[in-house]
């Protein structure tokens, strides 16, 4: 037998939560002004390693990359930001007329890590990057997006934590500080971190070898190099968030794995109770340069992107309800001629935005009941020869026992006109006029 590959897996049983969690992250996107967009799942490499940063983690030992058979080096996509600022330029968004353009997307991101829990190569991410905004307010407003998202969610006891890298200026000056702080501790650090202190020393701070390191635990905080009107900025998110009612922790420590930031960065955590070490299930900040450096306009921009894998996982210990699969009528069978009638009456109910379903196996009577269990059915229609004859089914309420006869002409209004009766708790219906 083919098994699905290392790091894979099928969402079976889960869809419900995959369904609320995305049903949620279009409705909250829209509060927010963010529109959908989707980009390829692959991407020329070249765009992660001018993004998201030659020395990261991600780009040096994780993306996926192949040779295509005209010889183009693609990669499947690590992240969603890199693609979406490629998009952004090359589909000229810097030039619409609304500003900032806001995008959200939801889809699969793939990297090549050690699969442990809340760890996958191939994971799904619901993010959101907006473009055109430098004012703090925006950082600030990203970062009360992603928090009503887990508020419609109901997920408690999650953390912001936030920082500040500041602006060129004050990244240059950090660089130089963490490279003067690491000098004399460098050579008993992992070949990594020595890699590291040469080309990028703030990689140092996310090494998973070395986490624990005296060095790293001492190491400056960004905050004390950042430039006055730096500083200025990240007590301007602190104002935007205190005033939107957004608790947040101020975290030196936070420098994130991608190199393009500046300015804020943020994760949002639950607890290690919950998930263990990957506990992050949101990450992001404010990338100014990054459209510039794909040769785009000058353009700031500041997004997030969630984790799916693990908000899920975190919503299961949590017991969040996901929509229970539901049919409106389910249509009980006795009889070929029955057959043909209960797809004429299922079609046009289903036209009319009923879920109907029936059997299709020629089960019996017992066996056709507990399909309509199983379906989670409100009403069980049956329909045999005679009932062919006589133009009426006979309508059992499964929620009261309640059992009727109801002309084929009228049935389709009558399971309406009792589904919207104030007792019906359906959860999971489009039906106009029906109680939600
Ligand atoms: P990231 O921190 O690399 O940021 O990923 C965001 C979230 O994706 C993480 O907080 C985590 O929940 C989830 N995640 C990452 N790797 C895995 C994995 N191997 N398995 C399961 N879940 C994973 C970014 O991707 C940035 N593009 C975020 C961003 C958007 N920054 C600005 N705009």
Redesign the pocket.
Known sequence: MIRRMK?TYDITTDIGYYQAVEKQAHRVSKLYGFKEIRTPHFEARDLYHRS?GEDTD?VSK?TYDFEDRGGRINTLR?????G?VRAFIENKLYAEKEIPQKKYYLGS?F?Y?R?QK????E???F???SFGAAHPSADAEIIAYAVTFLRALKLKDVKVHINALGDKDSKIAYQKALKDHFKDHIGDMCRDCQKRYKENAMRILDCKVDKDHHAIKSAPKTIDLLTDADKAHFESVKDYLEVMNIPFIIDHNLV???D??THTVF??KVSEALLGS?N????????NHLVESLEGPATP???????????IMALKENNYPTDTPYAHIYMVIMGEKARLKAHDLMQKMRLGGLMADADYLQKNIKGQFKQSEHKNARFVAIIGDAEVDGGAVNLKDQKTGEETPVAFETLYAEVVERLTRPTHECQDCDHKGEKK
């Open positions: 790091g998201v991600i994780e690590p992240e969603g930001t890199a979406v991101m990297r890590e699969p809340g760890r996958f190569r994971f799904r991410q993010g959101a990057e994130r794995g991608l393009y930031y994760e949002i990957q992050a299930i949101c990450g992001g900040g404010r990338y921009a500041v997004g997030f992107a969630f984790g799916l894998e693990r908000l």
